[in-house]
């Protein structure tokens, strides 16, 4: 991010570590039994809670460095963390605008015979410099709760990310948030769901990926929509 210009980005739009890897390994989940790329044994999401949150302490310095004013962040995160996210976010002048959830149509039934079923996950919308901005509802009412079927297969074939979010959930977010033409940021790639989103809906992309595997397999996606 450091090698962004200042004030480029018009929308923020990521899913970061949660922070729940140590925490799942002393759960009683049956999880590494349904999924062979479980993110809990992945290693990238095993930070004590004071390192990860250095990391996102630095993560949100960078993005208002390079949100232009008005721009938004929205920022997926484990539910029992929202709280710790607003706040390092608040530390760096982002406005808290609202926690909306997305509700998976269709979950992994993972610990069906233990307790509720996880369907799930909460996003987290900021602003930066002003308290409202772009906001594409054309007349009609948006809720914050979004519901979505899960990654599907025809998506999954793309390196089966672990924490792979489906396109419909991302583009729901820039049809509302941005214009074309607009500057779209995922400093957490992944897969790239978000930059193939932003390419279909005809919006420019940019996105970092530590994972040379992720990097390259969001790269060729990517480039297929552009083709």
Known sequence: MRKLSAA???????????????????RDTNLKKMRDNYFGAAGWDDLAFADWETAMDGFFEESVRVLKRGGAMVVFMSIIKVESLIRIAE????YYKTTGIWHKQNPMPRNMNL????????????????????FNNDGKVIHDFIETSVTPMGERKHGNHPTQ??????????????HEGD???????????TGVAAAKLHRDFTGIELNPTYHQIAQKRIREVKA
């Open 91 to 94: 530390r760096h002048g982002l």
């Open 115 to 134: 307790h509720f079923v996880n369907s799930t996950e909460a996003w987290v919308y900021f602003m930066y410099k002003k308290k409202t901005g772009t």
């Open 165 to 178: 979010k489906p396109e419909q959930l991302m583009s729901h977010f820039i049809k509302v948030l941005t």
């Open 183 to 193: 500057m779209v940021l995922d400093p957490f790639m992944g897969s790239g769901s």
């Open 8 to 26: 480029s980005i018009d929308l923020i739009l990521t899913d970061p570590p949660y922070n729940l890897g140590k925490f799942m390994k002393d």
